[in-house]
């Protein structure tokens, strides 16, 4: 008796030290929450619509130059992460079709207008950029006018490994347009044979990667990406090697795994951003739900970029049930009071999903499904997703520039 009480004491004192550190991290990542929050909506923000012209040579390693440029970790204090929710600059590149109507955008904060700007005009000069209206805001929830399936997407293997690039497809070395495979082209067919009444979105947020600590707000040290790159090629090198007795074996990769650890030491090369893309096809009631194009089509956006031997991004958390929801529905459907609740759960899902793909909001807690912890991808599969594509993207509905410009304006900073 006197062993349990003593035990139930230990505890009891045990408790008492640690709740006051418990609830005093609480309260500091809730504050923590809050002023970044703050941060991210009192900044002004801007939409910048990227007309391109007919005749763009130049290959994806021009927008890997710009995303480079861009790359901004910036410095915090304690005062500045804590007090004010300073934030590293976030910017979203985005592909969308209003009914076929190719579009291409590029959000940011208002004063980085003129260097991005600069960073286009600079790699592309005949690309013409325009400050928008945020093509969202007239967009609102309402399954009377038109039903929407958004879905966050996500890598198959752990961030160490990469996509297939451009490099991997040769349009590094600007290949002539009729020898050109572009795995972009893809998409953009996709987007540009949507009906009128059909919208999809494709926003890609992007921030800059780097080890981070106390001072950014993380009570354990977060390292950074690299280390699980060189620990995957350290994995693969020590399982192709055979053992002579007790010593250790050469390495003896197949060509297979020498082309896997080239693309892992590759990418050390490369700045690494962290990134979360969303998607979204909707579809006006009138016209109905096109799930065999509009759906699939937004569900493959990305399979060309996958790789049995490297990483694939894949279909993550959707705003759906999936088969097991309809399984449900299948049993219980004829129930009114079941269908009428699930039906409410998905449409505040979407409503949700909605919210954040128009305010943008990425990296910031609450982590969930729709808000999930961040991929890492470098400038150069980036700069794969996003680029803007030559001639061999035959696409009539891509918002192009009327006419060829002679040179960029001459009032941009240098």
């Known amino acids: 008796m006197d062993l349990f009480v003593s035990v139930l004491y230990t505890l009891y004192v045990l408790f008492l030290i640690v709740l006051p550190f418990l609830l005093g991290k609480i309260l500091v990542m809730k504050w923590l929450r809050y002023v970044q929050t703050r941060s991210f909506v009192r900044q002004n923000y801007v939409l910048l619509e ?13 927008m890997e130059l710009i995303l480079t440029h861009i790359w901004q970790t910036g410095a915090a204090s304690y005062h500045e992460t804590f007090w004010q929710g300073k934030i590293r600059p976030m910017f979203s590149l985005e592909l969308v079709s209003d009914g076929g109507s190719v579009h ?11 260097n991005i700007e600069a960073q286009i005009y600079s790699q592309y000069p005949n690309v013409e950029v325009y400050e928008v209206e945020d093509y969202t805001k007239a967009v609102f929830h309402d399954i009377n006018k038109f039903t929407m399936w958004g879905t966050i997407f996500k890598y198959a293997k752990p961030n160490a490994y990469p996509i297939k690039t451009y490099i991997d497809y040769g349009l590094d070395q600007d290949p002539k347009e009729e020898f050109k495979i572009d795995p972009m082209t893809s998409v953009l067919e996709y987007l540009g044979s949507l009906r009128k009444g059909e919208k999809t979105w494709i926003q890609i947020i992007i921030q800059a990667h780097k080890k981070e600590g106390k001072k950014e707000g993380h009570i354990k040290e977060r390292p950074d990406w690299t280390a699980g790159v060189k620990a995957e090629v350290k994995k693969i ?6 053992k002579v007795g007790d010593f250790p074996g050469f390495p003896n990769p197949t060509k297979g795994d020498t082309e896997v650890i080239a693309a892992l030491e590759r990418s050390l090369s490369k700045l690494p951003f962290e990134v979360i893309i969303r998607g979204i096809y909707m579809a006006e009631n009138e016209i109905g739900f096109n799930a065999h194009n509009g759906l699939a089509g937004l569900i493959g956006s990305f399979r060309q970029y996958g790789s049995k031997s490297l990483n694939e991004i894949k ?6 049930f999936g088969d097991n929801g309809k399984d449900f529905l299948s049993m219980f459907g004829w129930i009114p009071i079941v269908k009428t ?12 999903f909605l919210n954040l793909y128009k305010r943008r909001f990425a990296f910031m807690e609450p982590f969930d499904e729709f808000n999930p912890k961040p991929i890492v991808m470098t400038t150069e599969e980036l700069a794969t997703i996003f680029h803007f594509p030559g001639q061999v993207a035959t696409t009539p509905t891509i918002s192009r520039s009327s006419s060829k410009k002679a040179e960029p304006p001459p009032n941009l900073p240098i």
């Open 237 to 242: 090198r020590e399982a192709t090697a055979t």
């Open 341 to 352: 609740v699930m039906r409410d759960i998905r449409n505040s899902m979407e409503i949700r």
């Open 50 to 62: 990227l007309k391109l012209p007919k005749d763009i040579t130049r290959s994806p390693v021009g």
């Open 104 to 114: 291409f955008y590029i959000w940011a904060r208002k004063n980085w207008r003129n």
């Open 315 to 320: 279909l993550g958390k959707f705003t759906d």
